[in-house]
């Protein structure tokens, strides 16, 4: 799940399983404009929290689920010698399910080490999904079961906004894939694993609803026989989020994502190839050998709460198609999408936004719930 773990998401989802206790000690209304806010709920929160999931992603369908998530220590509780929030350490367990069959159980620790010097990211999981995938516009079910790990730890360069570090996957897949298809034969079990590299450069004023800065990743990840893998092949990532204040109430913010992959031989796994991202495209939609995408957002502030939101997306996917014909890149097609939302300001102290995004392709429509930004990069 793309957006899992975002800290205060998961603070304002269960805000509502408070005990009785905290809700006669806690307000949960701000006592400058008496609105709905969540901010001493947030800043007191602690220990072990059920959270409820809400899934919208029209690839698999509408569900839910819960997770229990575990706070190390209190928000903005602790800082560096420097002055810098030293964000909370996370761990969670989860089960979730979607309406197509789709469904997942898996944990997660997000933690952040030596006064924010060094962040780690760990999953694990065992999923169960149903999902499409196109050879050209023909539509074939895929059901991916099996096992993920996945281990990350980055390192801060000095006191500077620059991370540098290392990844690790490892994914045993049983995939299967529409009877009758003409990729039916790709039915098989296999042990996917990779190591990586990972750069990032975060300038942004707040990583849950920012309104300035800039957050830059680049990764790249060697699949080989070497370490485990049945696919040998590279794969390679980039993505800059920039979020600009034009004036004090409109900003207009961008997200550019870059992906390839290279080195593999004839046919790879299809759930391997890189796909299009965009809000109102469903995943794995549109994939190629090469992605690219450009998605721009222009909201504008109403009084001290409100934001109305507009955005719209452009993206092409090219090269190898893997299931069907080569593409360059002009005869590859243009995928747009766009839509319309709104956010309200649920956390005033931490900058929270939450909201909903409606969003439409030529293909499809799409309603998403919004806890922060919509973008999260990776």
Request: one cysteine or more; aromatic letters at 12%; glycine letters at 8%.
């Amino acid at each position: 799940m793309k957006n899992s773990f975002k800290l205060l998401t998961l603070l304002l989802c269960v805000s509502l399983f408070g005990s009785a206790n905290e809700r006669e000690t806690i307000s949960y209304f701000d006592k400058e404009d008496s609105m709905l806010d969540l901010s001493e709920y947030i800043s007191q929160a602690y220990g072990f929290i059920p959270l409820p999931i809400i899934i919208t992603e029209p690839s698999i369908g509408y569900g839910g689920g819960l997770a229990l998530v575990y706070l190390h220590d209190k928000i903005a509780s602790r800082r560096s010698k420097t002055g810098r929030v030293l964000p909370s350490s996370i761990s969670a367990v989860l089960y979730a399910t979607t309406e197509n069959g789709t469904r997942a159980t898996g944990g997660a620790h997000i933690g952040y080490w030596q006064e924010d010097t060094i962040r780690t990211t760990t999953y694990i999981g065992s999923p169960d999904i149903f999902i499409n995938i196109y050879n050209k516009n023909s539509a074939i079910e895929m059901n991916l079961q099996g096992f993920f790990f996945y281990q990350n730890a980055r390192f801060r360069i000095a006191e500077s906004n620059f991370f540098v570090g290392a990844s690790y996957l490892y994914l045993g897949v049983d995939s299967k894939f529409e009877l009758g298809s003409t990729i039916e034969d790709l039915s098989s079990q296999s042990s996917v694993s990779a190591l990586g590299a990972i750069a990032t450069y975060d300038s942004r004023d707040n990583s849950l609803s920012p309104n300035r800065g800039i957050l830059v990743n680049a990764k790249a990840q060697m699949f080989d026989e070497a370490i485990g893998s049945d696919f040998s092949f590279q794969s390679y990532k980039a993505e800059i989020l920039s979020y600009n204040p034009i004036t004090p109430k409109i900003n207009l913010d961008l997200n550019l994502i870059a992906q390839k992959i290279t080195g593999y031989e004839e046919r790879i796994a299809p759930y391997l190839v890189p796909y299009i991202s965009m809000r109102g495209i469903p995943v794995m939609r549109y994939q190629g050998e090469t992605t690219l995408s450009i998605e721009s957002q222009l909201s504008y502030q109403f009084g001290k709460r409100f934001r109305g939101v507009a955005f719209a997306g452009a993206a092409k996917a090219f090269g190898d198609q893997i299931l069907s014909e080569t593409l360059s890149f002009s005869d590859a097609k243009s995928i747009y999408s766009g839509g319309l939302g709104f956010r309200y300001l649920i956390a005033k102290k931490y900058g929270l936004r939450i909201g909903i995004d409606l969003a439409k392709s030529r293909e499809d429509k799409a309603i998403y719930i919004q806890f922060g930004t919509a973008w999260n990069g990776f």
